[in-house]
């Protein structure tokens, strides 16, 4: 068959039976789940065993891309992984920009599916469709970067792209990132711990194949397009300028900058913090992703002075806020050294700053003492505080142990109610974005298969933008619960579709309009695509993942909730006294979906899906 768009192979290696198989793409997969984290929850739900221990070799780790990836569409240098994820023993997702994404493609695979674990540690390598398993004894324990510059040299293509983990992701952090081409993570849900449970330590990807399109004057000028609509929006030029920690001062106006474990919400020192500031004093360039012209990387140092730190890719909001304000970092040179070490070890910001601040509040409030510490004194603000728990973390190191669990297992470590101010969701840490600004955003982290996570952006339409492909042509009011369940529904829903074509959601941010993307997607395939079609792709995508959750035992009402501090009003800033009204949400919410009261997908839902088997599985015969 000729595939437009997809290479039409599949790449699965078994690490424990040392052995590498090329295997046919299946043409109805194509327009069932589209590709990326869609092709993965298929393969999940097909193979993956309930009731493993992520850290058991009969985990899978799928690499995958889209139709789009490696395209002239903007935002189309993705990589999507899914796994069962070791902080909620249900589904692991995450992504990366770079350039991983469209060599994997250009290598001639669509996807990767990587079982088993490795009798000693090794790396995979692959080019121009074949693929071989090669030793990696001599790169085992080196850094992020050392492990980069030691492949590219090896392997001879100095044009290739290494993903890859570092000590974190060998000493099993659960919440160690997958790094690709040094400093571009995937990093949440703990896929870079799957990897060294595998004793996998990198795969590296080279590739000259061309991707075929089906009409090609019609979808050069979708491109085209696309990249016009981007040069339109302003958001655009903040990206571009300041980058993602360009949004900082934004969200600290809004009240919605978390600090102090999500105490507050409002940091009087966030400039200190912000893009403007490490534009003005550490930046040295730009950098963008495979095909993307908005360029929201920070390439930054510190030249010199105690917090000394070479050239490299952040920090980004995520990390200026979780890494620094949530614990009242006031000190930049600290924060672009800290983003430096957690790249290098491989450890998801996000994570090990939310449990640095959660450690620091144990701390203040007696729970742990310099016994359990080893003698350090956590205080807030501290920058030697904080990038001494970065190293312990990556290395396991005494407390530095207990925090590699994640927040949820060290608070039940820890007890006497420290589970009172864990701030997780199903286990995954509670990202930059606290939902008492926005009420979509607490039902979106209440309900999002991988825990806490905010990338379906509900909440962008209360500050500056509006879709009117998908019926949103005002901006709402963002504490109120009007029509916020069906909003989270249809982002939710048009996300998968974003997640599956492996685009960058930015685009939507900057002003790609929907109907822009099916396009595009109609063009290089060759199908009659169209946005209602689109999106009941996204659906069955989500409720895919919703049945995966449910086999894993976290798919309940029960588990569709916030940490109690997200609940509790906050005492100022622009969100001040506000708390949303989950439960009513909800229960509207389940109704949209057509899920059941307790939150379970129903028969009639999944059929209506073309999901019969997985009815079948769920509800019997």
């Known amino acids: 068959m000729q595939w437009h768009g997809y290479m039409g192979k599949i790449l699965r290696v078994d690490l424990s039976k040392k052995k590498v198989v090329v295997e046919d793409l299946k043409p109805e997969w194509a327009k069932l789940y589209l590709g990326g984290a869609g092709f993965g929850a298929r393969i999940l739900w097909d193979e993956l065993k309930p009731g493993i221990d992520p850290f058991s070799p009969e985990n899978i780790l799928v690499a995958s891309t889209g139709p789009l990836t490696g395209t002239l569409v903007p935002g189309s240098g993705n990589i999507f992984y899914q796994f069962k994820s070791p902080l909620t023993n249900g589904w692991g997702e995450t992504r990366s920009g770079g350039k991983f994404g469209p060599l994997l493609k250009f290598a001639g695979f669509d996807l990767m599916i990587i079982t088993g674990k490795a009798d000693e540690p090794v790396y995979i390598?692959?080019?121009?469709?074949?693929?071989?398993?090669?030793?990696?004894?001599?790169?085992?324990?080196?850094?992020?970067?050392?492990?980069?510059?030691?492949?590219?040299?090896?392997?001879?293509?100095?044009?290739?792209?290494?993903?890859?983990?570092?000590?974190?992701?060998?000493?099993l952090v659960r919440f160690a990132c997958i790094m690709n081409d040094y400093d571009r993570a995937a990093g949440r849900c703990g896929g870079g711990a799957i990897m060294g449970s595998k004793n996998l330590k990198a795969i590296v990807v080279f590739g000259e194949k061309e991707i075929t399109v089906a009409d090609p004057d019609k979808f050069?000028?979708?491109?085209?397009?696309?990249?016009?609509?981007?040069?339109k929006y302003v958001f655009k030029d903040l990206l571009g300028n300041l980058g993602t920690i360009g949004l900082v001062n934004a969200l600290n106006a809004a009240g919605a900058l978390p600090t102090m474990n999500f105490k507050t919400c409002f940091f009087p020192e966030a400039d200190k913090m912000s893009g403007e500031t490490l534009a003005e004093k550490y930046l040295i360039k730009?950098?963008?992703?495979?095909?993307?012209?908005?360029?929201?990387?920070?390439?930054?140092?510190?030249?010199g002075g105690k917090y000394a730190t070479p050239p490299h890719e952040g920090p980004e909001y995520e990390t200026a806020d979780m890494i620094g304000v949530q614990s009242l970092l006031q000190d930049l040179d600290a924060l672009v050294r800290a983003n430096y070490l957690c790249n290098n070890y491989g450890l998801d910001t996000i994570s090990t700053g939310n449990v640095i601040a959660f450690a620091i509040e144990a701390f203040q409030r007696g729970y742990i003492t310099t016994e359990d510490t080893g003698g350090l004194k956590l205080r807030w603000g501290d920058p030697d505080v904080?990038?001494?728990?970065?190293?312990?973390?990556?290395?396991?190191?005494g407390f530095g142990n207990v925090l590699a669990e994640g927040v949820k297992r060290a608070a039940e470590k820890i007890g006497k109610g420290a589970e009172e101010f864990a701030c997780h969701v199903k286990g995954l840490e509670v990202p930059a974005h606290d939902p008492r600004a926005f009420a979509s955003l607490a039902l979106q982290y209440a309900t999002m298969p991988r825990g806490a996570c905010h990338t379906a952006f509900a909440y962008v339409l209360k500050r500056n933008l509006t879709i009117p492909d998908l019926g949103f042509n005002k901006i709402m009011d963002r504490f109120s619960i009007e029509n916020k369940p069906l909003m989270v529904k249809i982002m939710q829903d048009f996300m998968s579709t974003i997640d599956a074509l492996t685009l960058c959601k930015f685009l939507i941010l900057v002003g790609i309009p929907p109907s822009l993307i099916v396009q595009g997607l109609s063009a290089i395939t060759g199908w009659d695509a169209n946005l209602k079609w689109l999106l009941e792709a996204g659906e069955r995508i989500f409720n895919l993942k919703r049945a995966f959750n449910v086999k894993c035992g976290i798919g309940e009402r029960k588990y569709d909730k916030l940490p109690k501090r997200l609940l509790s009003p906050l005492p100022e800033g622009?969100?001040?006294?506000?708390?949303?009204?989950?439960?009513?949400?909800?229960?509207?919410?389940?109704?949209?979906?057509?899920?059941?009261k307790e939150g379970i997908p129903t028969r009639e839902k999944l059929i209506n899906l073309g999901l019969k088997d997985v009815a079948r599985n769920l509800w019997g015969e």
């Open 125 to 171: 390598y692959v080019e121009n469709g074949k693929a071989e398993i090669r030793s990696a004894k001599h790169i085992w324990g080196k850094t992020v970067h050392e492990t980069t510059d030691i492949l590219l040299e090896e392997v001879g293509r100095p044009e290739a792209s290494v993903a890859c983990i570092g000590p974190a992701g060998e000493k």
């Open 220 to 231: 050069f000028e979708a491109a085209l397009e696309a990249h016009e609509a981007m040069k």
């Open 286 to 303: 730009r950098r963008a992703c495979f095909g993307c012209s908005i360029g929201c990387g920070r390439y930054s140092w510190v030249p």
């Open 386 to 397: 904080i990038l001494t728990l970065i190293d312990m973390i990556a290395k396991r190191e």
């Open 574 to 596: 622009g969100a001040k006294g506000y708390v949303p009204d989950l439960i009513s949400m909800t229960d509207e919410y389940y109704k949209l979906r057509g899920w059941t």
